[in-house]
């Protein structure tokens, strides 16, 4: 979109909200980079020039924009609806593995060359893997030294930093104050009680409906990895350092975040995934306008706009989930689910909560008896087989999975229909159309509705849904009155 130059001017002299993240405002004058909805008064368009991404701007040698920190924006919807190499690489980004695995570590992650990747992020980014990772950086190290008290030197090292001096140095470069300064215009903030644990809020693109979202989390949660408690949900996270347990509240504006690590070299990674697992970097207004056109799903979406499609911080552990519900009631999945918790989860300390273990590694699970499981043996099958293909690295599942590819070898697994590749595909790899025409609560909406029930014709006739299939579905779910739609008491 930052190519469209008459576009961007309009959006940011209308300061439209909608298309933060989207492009980045650089001011020739001043040398600083905004946000579109930057409250002070638009420069002149002949002032302004548009960057994809806030490390084109720094690249580029802008500082960001005191008054509407623009490294706060929403990420680009852009990187959750492609499944292309861009966009994959943005979600590796995301999830830290520059800062742990380096340019080549991202590059055998996807399948190419170092210099194809850089080439390709540079082209449609105005900045390599470097330069994004240095950005994402920076926006940690500020959010660390904002909402803690711990000495600048532990921070540096936290936010990924490889010294104190490059640390301090890109601080300064990026928001042109230092460390120390940053920290004392910051608002004053209580301290926590709990050892490790940060406060922040995570912004998303409005409207946004938290009841099918959060109502969905809470109806299938795991007891032991997952609980709604005092109107959060909460949950234990595997992440690659250590382990973590967040909170998650929603809010008018923002979605509240508590998060307790183990080792704060994880905060980035753990705001990424929740992120994720919110779908927070939706487009609803893009989504809701496509899905209007309908004149069936135009009343539900008009009734409640906004619905996100509720995913998950371990795509492994959804697969998993995703088995041990096959053909069986919410609560007996969750019974399931929790009884493996409880043999070969690891134990995690909660002095917040009712939480207790991660959810197993597919390495523990590979190593249990498929006999002592209380299902049907073709669905122990399925189990012993999707588990031991995690295990040993056949199939891998993670935010640079190529939706397609996949799709293709869930279906190869014995006991895999398309129902459950499908759901994986929308729950786990994010694939936004998705979708699930042989779902029973989609077959019983749609009779409702006065839309084909039979899978090949509903099929057919959510072409015109397309690329947003996985959002229609939250709404032909809504329909119901499933404990998943709404939002918990």
């Known amino acids: 979109m930052h190519t469209d130059t008459e576009r961007c001017v309009r959006a940011v002299q209308s300061k439209d909200a909608r298309f933060d993240g989207w492009f980045f405002t650089a001011v020739l004058t001043t040398r600083i980079y905004c946000r ?14 548009f960057h994809p991404s806030a490390a084109a701007c720094q690249q580029a040698g802008f500082r960001a924009c005191k008054r509407c920190r623009p490294d706060t924006s929403p990420g680009s919807p852009e990187w959750n609806q492609r499944a292309d190499l861009v966009a994959r690489a943005m979600r590796l980004i995301a999830d830290g593995v520059v800062d742990r695995e380096g340019v080549p570590g991202l590059a055998g992650r996807l399948g190419y060359s170092t210099r194809q990747v850089e080439r390709q992020l540079l082209a449609e980014l105005g900045a390599g893997p470097l330069a994004l990772a240095r950005a994402q950086r920076a926006q940690t190290a500020r959010l660390l030294i904002e909402t803690t008290t711990l000495p600048m030197a532990q921070l540096a090292f936290a936010a990924g930093f490889a010294s104190i001096r490059t640390f301090n140095d890109t601080v300064r470069e990026v928001f042109a104050l230092s460390p120390s300064e940053l920290r004392t215009r910051a608002p004053r903030r209580q301290g926590t009680s709990t050892p490790g644990a940060l406060s922040l809020r995570l912004p ?47 809010a008018p504006d923002h979605i509240a975040c508590r998060l307790t690590l183990s ?44 619905r996100r499609v509720p995913r998950t911080v371990d795509e492994a552990e959804f697969a998993v989930r995703a088995v041990l519900g096959q053909q069986v009631s919410t609560a007996a999945a969750r019974t399931h689910a929790a009884r493996l918790v409880t043999a070969h989860g690891e134990p995690v300390d909660d002095p917040e909560g009712g939480l207790t ?44 999975s190529d939706w397609p590819q996949s799709r293709a070898q869930l279906l190869a697994l014995p006991g895999f ?65 499933h404990p998943i739609n709404f939002l918990p008491v």
């Open 36 to 49: 579109p909805s930057c409250p002070v008064v638009p420069p002149k368009p002949e002032n302004m020039v």
């Open 417 to 481: 229909g398309p129902w459950t590749a499908d759901v994986i595909a929308m729950r786990a790899l994010g694939d936004p159309d998705a979708f699930l025409p042989t779902d029973l609560g989609i077959r019983r909406a749609a009779r409702e509705l006065g839309l084909p029930s039979t899978p090949a014709a509903l099929t057919a006739r959510a072409a015109s849904w397309r690329p947003w299939r996985a959002y229609a579905v939250q709404y032909l779910w809504a329909t119901d009155s």
């Open 263 to 306: 080792d704060l070299r994880d905060l980035t990674v753990a705001i990424s995934r929740c992120r994720r697992l919110l779908d927070l970097d939706a487009d609803p207004v893009a989504i809701d306008d496509q899905l209007r056109r309908d004149p069936v799903l135009a009343p539900l979406v008009d009734k409640a706009p906004g």
């Open 357 to 400: 273990h991660l959810f197993p590694a597919p390495e523990a699970l590979a190593a249990l008896d498929p006999e002592s499981l209380a299902m049907p043996r073709t669905r122990r099958t399925t189990f012993a087989t999707l588990v031991r293909r995690l295990a040993d690295g056949e199939l891998h599942l993670g935010v640079e």
């Open 204 to 250: 998303f693109r409005t409207p946004l409906n938290p009841d099918n979202l959060f109502g969905h989390l809470a109806a299938t949660a795991v007891p032991g990895v997952e609980e709604w408690r005092d109107g959060s949900y909460r949950r234990t996270l595997r992440l690659p350092y250590g382990h973590g347990i967040v909170a998650l509240t929603p």
